[in-house]
Nanobody, 118 residues
Framework: QVQLVESGGGLVQGGGSLRVSCRAP???????????MNWYRQAPGKQREWVAS???????NYADAVKGRFTISRDNSKKMVYLQMSNMKPDDTGVYYC?????????WGPGTQVTVSS
């Protein structure tokens, strides 16, 4: 069963902005809202890396590479998580994945491709 679905990827010029979204279509509010949600990305030929997290209390954390440029947010009523990306760089290119961990198991969406041109 698909737990997470990402959308909003695309092609953007360097310095531009893009927002990717993640929805949890099969979760009810009471299951979604307490979860810490994460964004990861994977560039071609590289390992998947953590990008940002948001807790149930909306505490956020960011990888150094994106700090000050990316903003993670959530709308529990819609069971959505967002990643607003600004001042984008070619190094931001990759497949972006939504994630949560439950009892030691990671759950992933299929990902959405983001490409930043120089």
């Amino acid at each position: 069963q698909v737990q997470l679905v990402e959308s909003g990827g695309g092609l953007v010029q360097g310095g531009g902005s893009l927002r990717v979204s993640c929805r949890a279509p099969r979760m009810i509010y009471s299951v979604f809202s307490p979860k810490t949600m994460n964004w990861y990305r994977q560039a071609p030929g590289k390992q998947r890396e953590w990008v940002a997290s948001i807790t149930s209390g909306r505490t956020t954390n960011y990888a150094d590479a994106v700090k000050g440029r990316f903003t993670i947010s959530r709308d529990n009523s819609k069971k959505m998580v967002y990643l607003q990306m600004s001042n984008m760089k070619p190094d931001d290119t990759g497949v972006y994945y939504c994630n949560y961990n439950e009892r030691g198991t990671d759950y992933w969406g299929p990902g959405t491709q983001v490409t930043v041109s120089s």
